[in-house]
DNA sequence: GCCGTTTTCGGCCCGACTGTTTTCAGTCG
């Protein structure tokens, strides 16, 4: 099993220990360990076979050996006997907001539910209001719940949710009594999908924010409102598509602002360390202050409790408790790369495969934006179904981008492709083509079925070819959609680092991928990351702000980002004369 | 199930809201 897979299992052990009823602190080690191994740097293999994994925080004996069984075999003691007792059903019953492990247990044995629809029925019934803790109003709400899961997916991603996010921002910072206000939450942290929409508020007078926050246009139904924290299911329709997606407003007083926005940005864990270090002290932090036993300590700014804790501020893209405490402590953050830093992009398609704009239009747009260069990739040979180019048209392409280049005054296109890797890892052109172009991405398109070690194999092959230029999407993830292809990422990530080419950071936000995870890994094995839109019309090259994010998140700073280096520096490195 | 300069047992982050209770359990973030 791979480390994600095991992951996974880790994951769902904890659920249906849940489900059992099992103690609480037992289960969640269960889901610690289930992050923490998602979140291992280095390869997993290595790690089981030279014994470290009982050297991570959170993994003892027990979860070690459960652990090395899912690696080996596929599954675990634990894991077939808590499958032997729980209908697979049950799992499915805890997406409804609501219901949890004591609720979705007490439903199975007492009325013998064990799936969504079998639920549905008790509930139409009148069955579910006559159980011992549950109610009229509980049972209304399960089958609300019920049509909510058909018509919401569980989370959505970030394009969708942080425009819906700034316009309910906007909307309360024009409230009347507002006197602060931000996004909190996955939002905040720039996730790359989000549960729900977070918002909070600093004021005097909480009722009327709240009211009309409830009240809001796009508010679809009201889920819970209280003094200081209301739920609603917002619904907005933009570009043709229908967002739904929940949205919490917390409201605090202004001098509870900061510790507020400490907590509800988060992330969980993140919290929890920084609450451990304020009990180190003494100390209790909470949403509404940090304080000691006899005295509260005054914090204006999330940068004045951080203070006080002994830490740096940390930027929001870094509270995964992935070792940003530590570096708060140590004063070794990084300073992150930033939109501004980006002076051009590489991977962007034109009319000449399956782009909506010409070279000209691309060209002209990212020169608006404030770029120095693009760097056109567009879709090579065998990929006929985007119009890949024949060398013919390649030469022709670049025939074009000499023309441009002298009409354009202070701004450069270079000539790159966006070059498939072929199913035994040669690239699409002979050498003599790929020698006349600035540079090369090089991407999987095809054959994504591929045994883990031929994709693997396939991928680094490709990665020596001494004309390969950098790595475009590594996975071919599509988020919330389609898992990426199997390969190692690591043992690309060391051949892109032996062979020193390059990694795409692909900004689409159905992509994003690589993964912060192993953009982080990337930047330990010295690898530069580049950002790319992948851009198939001019509106999608500001989706290269999508990429900063990810790069963010992966600790990158401007040096680790080969396309912060002005043109000059790159015409240098990829060896093009000016 | 994990962890340890309060160390091999007894802790483990903390508070709001809801619904069903009559003082609290469950869920959520």
Avoid at 311 to 335: C, S, V
Avoid at 402 to 426: A, S, T, V, W, Y
Wanted: charged share 25%; with cysteine; proline share 4%.
């Amino acid at each position: 099993m791979t480390k994600e897979e095991v992951a996974a299992h880790l994951e769902l052990i904890g659920t249906l220990m849940e489900l059992r009823g099992d103690d609480a602190f037992r289960t969640k080690a269960y889901h610690g360990a289930a992050r923490t191994i998602e979140q291992l740097e280095g390869d997993f293999d290595t790690l089981i076979a030279t014994g470290k994994l009982a050297k991570v925080r959170g993994i003892g004996e027990t979860l070690r050996e459960v652990i090395l069984s899912l690696a080996k075999t596929g599954t675990a003691d634990v894991l077939e006997e808590l499958r032997a007792v729980t209908p697979p059903g049950l799992i499915a019953m805890l997406r409804i907001p609501g219901l949890g492990p004591k609720k979705v247990r007490a439903l199975n044995t007492s009325l013998g539910i064990d799936s969504l629809e079998t639920l549905r029925v008790a509930c139409i019934g009148g069955k579910v209001a006559g159980l011992k803790g549950f109610g009229e109003k509980t049972q209304q709400k399960i089958l609300d719940g019920l049509t909510f899961i058909e018509s919401v997916g569980e989370r959505v991603r970030i394009d969708q949710s942080l425009p819906l996010g700034l316009m309910l921002l906007e909307r309360i910072r024009a409230l009347p009594g507002v006197l602060r206000a931000e996004l909190c939450g996955s939002l905040r942290r720039r996730r790359e999908t989000s549960k729900d929409i977070d918002l909070l508020v600093a004021a005097e007078d909480s009722a009327p924010i709240m009211q009309a926050f409830c009240t809001l246009p796009e508010v679809r139904h009201i889920v819970g409102q209280g003094e200081t924290k209301s739920s609603i299911v917002a619904e907005w329709v933009t570009h043709g598509h229908r967002i739904t997606l929940g949205a919490d407003l917390r409201v605090v007083k202004p001098d509870q602002f900061a510790s507020a926005l400490v907590h509800f940005t988060g992330s969980k864990e993140h919290n929890i360390r920084l609450r451990q270090l304020a009990t180190d002290r003494g100390w209790k932090l909470n949403e509404y202050e940090l304080a000691g036993p006899n005295s509260r300590v005054a914090c204006e700014t999330e940068a004045d409790l951080y203070a006080a804790l002994g830490l740096d501020w940390i930027a929001p893209e870094l509270r995964e408790d992935t070792g940003e405490i530590e570096a708060a402590t140590q004063h070794a953050l990084p300073k992150l790369v930033e939109a501004s830093d980006i002076r051009g992009v590489f991977h962007n398609h034109t009319t000449y495969s399956d782009g909506v704009n010409t070279l000209e239009e691309m060209a002209l747009a990212a020169k608006a934006l404030g770029f120095e260069y693009l760097g056109i990739g567009d879709h090579s040979q065998s990929l006929t179904v985007a119009r890949g180019l024949s060398p013919e048209r390649v030469r022709h392409q670049i025939a074009e981008i000499d023309r441009l280049n002298q009409q354009l005054d202070g701004f450069r296109i270079l000539k790159g492709i966006e070059c498939d890797i072929l199913k035994n890892g040669d690239l699409d052109y002979d050498d003599d083509l790929l020698a006349e172009l600035d540079y090369v991405v090089i991407s999987v398109h095809t054959y994504f079925d591929l045994p883990i070690e031929e994709q693997t194999a396939r991928i680094c092959k490709a990665l020596r070819h001494p004309a390969t230029t950098m790595l475009g999407h590594a996975t071919g993830r599509l988020l919330l959609r389609r898992d990426g292809y199997k390969v190692n990422l690591d043992e690309v990530l060391q051949t892109a680092a032996e062979h020193r080419k390059m990694i795409e950071i692909n900004a689409q936000p159905s992509r994003l991928d690589l993964d912060w995870i192993y953009v982080k890994r990337a930047k330990a094995l010295g690898i530069p990351l580049v950002i790319n839109p992948d851009a198939h019309s001019t509106d999608e090259l500001a989706l290269f702000r999508y990429g900063v994010n990810v790069a963010r998140r992966g600790w990158l700073t401007p040096q680790n980002v080969f396309n912060t280096l002005p043109l000059p520096a790159i015409l240098q490195s990829l060896r093009i004369p000016a």
